[in-house]
């Protein structure tokens, strides 16, 4: 009888994260759910038979611990990440940036390292880095948010060509406009109004299990295809700053 694969996903309490759990559980997968969220993780984890692991990943220490009990890992799906603010660069908190660069990439540097090894003993692993249309191209207001995401992007790249003839897939999906819970809102520190108008007169933008579909379609290629960059937007959406609006 065939082990079951083992799915990790980051960031896994809502959104992007929590869609992607349902959908690789939906595929086969035991999925393990890491979030700083216990409650919320615990009780998706106990909805898809999966397992919760309450995880800050710019915890070098925990990310550790949590890699030393986990056990078998096929896919690492490095999801926790977030936008906070929409200052110019001029105006810029560092503190935001610095809270930006720690979990969009320092997190993403963290779970990778510490899962390697598991990942490389299945003899076919998969690591995929949700980045964002952010990691391709600046736009305005978007400066610490756009650092941020272009350095999980070269994670990527970079980690693609250091891996290159080892039994180990690295992925990067960069979504665009997604209208995801919490997103937005925690950008906007709370402003529901604000977040609001990021959407307005957007008949369709892409939608958690949008991205969830586009992760699980990725990682479920055969074991020698290896999609390298993916980028997805709603049909409304032809560039960061190209929106139609109805």
Known sequence: MTEQKVAVVTGASSGIGAATARRLADEGFEVVLTARRTERIEA?????????????????????????????????????????????????????????????????????????????????????????????????????????????????????????????????IAPGMVKSEGFAITRFRGDEDKAAAVYAGVAEPLTSADIADTVAWAVTRPSHVNIDLLVVRPRAQAANHKVHRG
């Open 44 to 172: 998706l984890a106990k909805e898809i038979g999966g397992r919760a692991y309450t995880l800050d990943v710019t915890d070098r220490a925990a990310v550790d611990a949590f890699a030393a009990e986990v056990g078998r890992v096929d896919v690492l799906v490095n999801n926790a990440g977030g936008a906070i603010g929409a200052e110019s660069v001029e105006h810029g908190d560092p503190a935001d940036w610095r809270a930006m660069y720690e979990v969009n990439v320092l997190g993403v540097l963290h779970v990778t390292q510490a899962l390697l090894p598991a990942l490389r003993a299945t003899g076919d692993g998969t690591v995929l880095v949700l980045s964002s249309t952010a990691a391709l191209a600046a736009y305005e207001g978007g400066g610490g948010y756009v650092a941020a995401k272009h350095a999980a992007h070269t994670i990527a790249a970079t980690l693609r060509l250091e891996l290159c003839g080892e039994p180990i897939r690295v992925i990067e």
